[in-house]
């Protein structure tokens, strides 16, 4: 008969999330692991399997919970290039909430993992491309409402928002301060019009 989990998962997945985002994958060992979530090592491999396997799991359930911010972002929005000062903004008022200055922890795993080959490596990559896809989208519908210029395509403009949206992200961990991340937004924005 299969054992039945005694434990909250959900509880226990944050603890796990948190301590991941905030030592990385290779700074988190199974002893971290087993002291954050108070189950021991057969526990945790029982119910989630290795290391790999619990921070995939984490991640992506991280990667789901900040689909929101792009699902709200477009659901308050009156054009397409309303919906990208809002994903903007949403990310400004992300950084500002951030006080403890962890940063993005989709960003954090791109720095420390891209590189390996990884199923990370995978899920990082199919976040990238539905990021660049929206944002595309959104480019050419602007263009095509005359909201947004025709200087260059909805791709490399994809490109550029993707890139900036990182940078903001990576810029907000150590500047808190709004009014400067507010002219960074405005200063990378200005180019769409």
């Known amino acids: 008969m299969p054992r039945v989990e005694v434990f909250d998962r959900g509880h226990v997945l944050e603890k796990v999330k948190e301590l991941f985002w905030s030592k990385g994958f290779n700074g988190t060992s199974m002893q971290d692991l087993v002291d954050v ?16 396997a619990l921070f995939e799991t984490v991640f992506k359930q991280y990667q789901e919970d900040t689909k929101s911010l792009f699902k709200d972002a477009l659901k308050d929005a009156d054009s397409p290039l309303d919906a990208i000062h809002n994903i903007f903004k949403n990310i400004l ?21 891209s590189h390996t080959d990884t199923p990370i490596k995978a899920i990082l990559k199919h976040s990238e491309e539905g990021t660049l ?22 791709e490399n403009y994809a490109y550029y928002l993707f890139s ?22 405005h200063n990378t924005l200005i180019i769409l019009h």
């Open 37 to 52: 979530t108070g189950l021991n090592r057969s526990s945790l491999y029982n119910s989630f399997g290795n290391k790999e």
């Open 93 to 113: 008022h992300l950084i500002l909430e951030d006080v403890e200055g962890k940063g993005c922890f989709n960003l954090n795993c791109k720095t420390e993992l």
């Open 133 to 154: 896809q929206l944002f595309s989208g959104l480019i050419k519908e602007g263009q095509q409402q005359a909201l947004i210029n025709k200087n260059d395509t909805p």
């Open 164 to 185: 900036a949206f990182q940078g903001l992200r990576m810029t907000g961990m150590l500047t808190r301060d709004y009014k400067t991340l507010k002219n960074i937004i």
